[in-house]
């Protein structure tokens, strides 16, 4: 039985949900003081410019991030449907791989940090692919409720 009548609505919020788990996720991985990296901040940084004051730039972020992961969200209902893989965990841990590598081949290079953000610590990356898998996770999940 789905949460809402429309799968659009399921995606969205499904894809919202996920972002949200991803975020407590990095601040996790954070405090345990496995991954210094702030999607949010450095997403606030490059949309508010670099003299915005943190206080800004990280609630601009993490806004932008959750409208990304609930649109993802509904890409994915689209993506998923028309394919025929059906709306499960499995379709969503793949699916999870297109936002994932968009950030490795688009965002990481418009940081500077190189392909697949070679110029930064391994660990990144990996957390990165981890957190995706995670948002596709919840979002299947999420979607197919």
């Known amino acids: 039985m789905a949460l809402f009548e429309n799968i659009y609505m399921n995606g969205f919020f499904g894809g919202l949900v996920g972002a949200i788990v991803m975020s407590f996720a990095m601040i996790l991985g954070g405090y345990f003081n496995f991954v210094h990296f702030s999607f949010t901040h450095t997403l606030g940084k490059h949309l508010l410019g670099k003299k915005a004051k943190d206080k800004y730039t990280r609630p601009a972020g993490a806004m932008v991030h959750m ?57 990144l990356r990996d957390t990165m692919l981890v957190i995706h898998i995670l948002y596709g996770i919840v979002l299947g999940l999420f979607v197919s409720l």
């Open 67 to 123: 409208l990304i992961g609930a649109l993802f969200g509904v890409i994915y209902v689209i993506l998923a449907g028309a394919w025929g893989f059906g709306y499960n965990i499995v379709s969503g841990i793949i699916f999870s791989l297109l936002p994932w590598l968009i950030m490795m081949l688009a965002f990481f290079p418009a940081l500077g940090a190189g392909m697949f953000g070679r110029k930064f610590d391994r660990r």
